[in-house]
């Protein structure tokens, strides 16, 4: 078997893909230093070794990347996928040094294990295959909508620009030492496996769609609306959800393709549709039969009015198809996981 080391794989969005990266025969060993991860997940639910420790450790990469880890010994790997970051966009403005540490200074070592590695075997760099961001985009404007992989990127906030920064780094990367890259740009990563058994746990969760259906659960639950004066059909923010389980097929499918292909590639991944955020909620209630109060408030700081993708160039070149095209399907998978989890729940 084929090993692929999932950096931040105890996360919500790796876990959903090392299932998929099972489902297409590969064998997922994961690196998660469990800062926001979940042990339990990723050895008891999805059943795959775990090594805890940071992306950012060139020994601990070394020991994986050249098998001497008990974990990868004797065994090839085709594969690096990394999800590894943190991901509070509001909490990267007040402490930005954490994010540019964490998320950029990490991973450039990571990148340096790699091609160490790849110098001491004398072949090719292992394939990467990167967690990117619609935040990277910034502001984009009315005539940019749909986003395709050459909108202007001109992020606002720390976390975006530590995305884009690697992203650079990646490309300079592949140019200088043919490392084959592929930079996945997600728009909001939403729902939950069909199974029910893994989905969207961040503590804290910042998400839309977690906090309304964690609001319609309890009683007396409520949510407060960010602005309701943006410039789009009902005042408030317009954004592209995609579900997970089809953000994770098409991680196999860009792994697939650089282990072909040894090539760079970018692709936007969102349904390229918008909902707003009334619409969500109104949603959410349809799906769970229950009501919320809704508190409108001022708007958020650099919240974008309207981020919708352009996901033709992934449909086209990686042949990736959605199952989950439409909101409504995407809140049902997230609200039968959240009602398991909350029963898996010790009771206080
Ligand atoms: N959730 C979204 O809607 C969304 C949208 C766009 C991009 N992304 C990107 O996708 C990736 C995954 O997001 P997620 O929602 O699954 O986040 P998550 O917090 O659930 O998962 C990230 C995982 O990485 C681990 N981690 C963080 N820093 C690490 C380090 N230095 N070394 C080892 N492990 C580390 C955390 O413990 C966690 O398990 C992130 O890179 C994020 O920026 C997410």
């Given at each position: 078997m084929s090993i692929v080391i999932v950096a931040g794989g105890a996360g919500y969005i790796g876990s959903h893909a090392i299932r998929e990266l099972q489902n297409a025969g590969f064998e997922p060993v994961v690196l998660d230093n469990?800062?926001?991860?979940h042990r339990k997940i990723v050895?008891?639910?999805?059943?795959v070794p775990l090594v805890i420790g940071q992306v950012g450790d060139k020994q601990l990469l070394q020991k994986l990347l050249s098998g001497e880890h008990s974990s990868t010994r004797g065994k090839d790997i085709k594969g690096i996928m990394h999800f590894a970051a943190y991901t509070y966009v509001g909490e990267s403005v007040i402490n930005p040094a954490k994010y540019y540490k964490n998320n950029l200074a990490e991973t450039i070592t990571l990148l340096e294990a790699l091609l160490d590695d790849s110098k001491k075997r004398n072949s090719k760099p292992i394939p990467i295959v990167f967690s990117s961001t619609c935040?990277?985009?910034?502001?984009?404007?009315?005539?940019?909508?749909?986003?395709?992989?050459?909108?202007l990127q001109n992020p606002i906030t720390p976390y975006g620009r530590s995305k884009l920064m690697i992203e650079k780094i990646l490309i300079d990367y592949h140019k200088a030492y043919n490392l084959p890259v592929s930079i996945l740009r997600y728009f909001n990563a939403a729902g939950a496996d069909i199974n029910g058994d893994i989905g969207e746990d961040h503590n804290p969760e910042t998400h839309l769609i977690p906090l309304v259906l964690e609001a319609l659960f309890n009683e007396e639950g409520s949510i407060r609306v960010n602005?309701?004066?943006?410039?789009?059909f009902d005042g408030t923010c317009i954004r592209d959800y995609v579900h997970v389980s089809d953000l994770a097929k098409a991680h196999v499918l860009a792994l697939n393709k650089i282990l072909n292909d040894k090539s760079l590639s970018i692709y936007n991944l969102g349904n390229g549709k918008g909902y707003s955020i009334m619409e969500v909620i109104d949603t959410a209630k349809r799906v769970t039969g229950k009501e919320i109060k809704i508190f409108k408030s001022e708007r958020r700081q650099g919240d974008p009015p309207v981020l919708i993708s352009s996901p033709e160039k992934a449909k086209r070149e990686l042949l990736w198809k959605t199952e989950f095209p439409d909101l409504e399907s995407i809140i049902k998978t997230a609200w039968n996981w959240y009602v398991f989890n909350q029963n898996m729940k010790p009771k206080k």
């Open positions: 469990l800062v926001y991860g050895e008891n639910v999805l059943g935040a990277t985009y910034g502001m984009p404007l009315e005539t940019e909508i749909p986003i395709i992989e050459t909108t602005g309701s004066d943006y410039p789009t």
